[in-house]
């Protein structure tokens, strides 16, 4: 450990003064997207074409009427700016709409039905404005259930399952074609070896590396109130990304959730949040024995619930949604075993983000989850970041309370195009 941690603090000086001289030498993202695979999306690798979409994946607020797939324009030019200006039904109720993602070519949209085990695939070609509902693809035949994160990867979409079909773990990977059909699941549904729980992915394909997280199993994230004591993981597990084999399991504190390498192909760390730990780990490729080594470099405090995290794009700031107390914050991680905090700003509910090419805007949504959601109005925020810290957008308010005709609608993941 002394060794590992000796290691630690030679990396980070390094890290801080690599970044001081040269962040403007730092890649930039080819696209807007946490895969790494999406290569679709138009504006390519300049990190300054501006994005003019913004999609939101929402759950009807009561749960009664259709989910959809919610289109805002951020155009700062446009009259509508900040406005929705539509919404792709889904044509059923009750999925929990949560988590969703591109296919890799970005001229598709796939959701998760987090309750229903439905995917649901959406076209952009024809009007990127008024996305069309393609199919809807039952995942009980694969064995697992509970869709969580979505993620491109080359010929489709891997989906981080939470559990089985009819409730508990073991969890899994299941991974899907353009058009919805099954190619493969590992572990395969009823096999040993397959992780307990489930919750995000990311892959560093440089390093043949994946990373996974843990939450809960399906019939957990319904429960009234948030999971019951006990129900959630803590398990991260380290894949060989080629073969799909695990390679290392690590427990870190409860529920640890958002999974975010650094960006660049060179980049051998990220972090992870633990949204019931109430904390934030950062985690290096170790050569001495080919291990990944994960740190605790941020206590958020009791009862934050960290929902999400984002890492600018030239890896110098990650910032933070903390749930539960109702905060956005920024963090200089010019040196990332020791996160400074520059600033702080206060919001209901905060819960997932996603940042620009530039890194000069993060879009906030509200909506963790039906069980847990409360008594809140629905709610989105554009905030102008860098430097110098966060500042609100006062121009930006999509109306999630009044525009659908079914009533509220909770506003959960999101997606950018230019």
Known sequence: MRQHRSRALVVSAAITLLLGLASATLPHPATADESVFVTGLEGGADPSAQETILYVWTRDADGKETDALTVVDVDPESPSFGKILYMAPTGSSANEAHHFGYTASANRIFGGGLFSNKLFIYDLEADPRRPQLLRVVDLDATGY????????????????????????????????????????????????GAPDFMDDVGVKPKMNRMITSAWVHPEHAKHAGGPPPGSEGNEVVVWDWQNKKILQVERLDVAPAAVRWLHGDEARGGFINCLTGNSVWYWEDDDSDGRIAFHRVIETGEETGPADLRISYDNRFLYVSLWASGAVQQYDISDPFQPKLIDGIQLPQPNMMKLSPDSKRLYVSNSLLSAVDGDVRFEAWLLHVGPDGMRIDPRFHPDFDGYSPNGPAGPHDMLLKR
């Open 145 to 192: 259930s509970g869709p969580h994160a979505l993620y491109a990867v080359p010929g489709g979409v891997m989906l981080a399952m939470l559990g089985g079909v009819g409730g508990g773990g073991p969890a899994g990977l299941v991974q899907v074609d353009d058009d919805g059909q099954f190619v493969a699941a590992w572990p395969q549904a009823g096999h040993a």
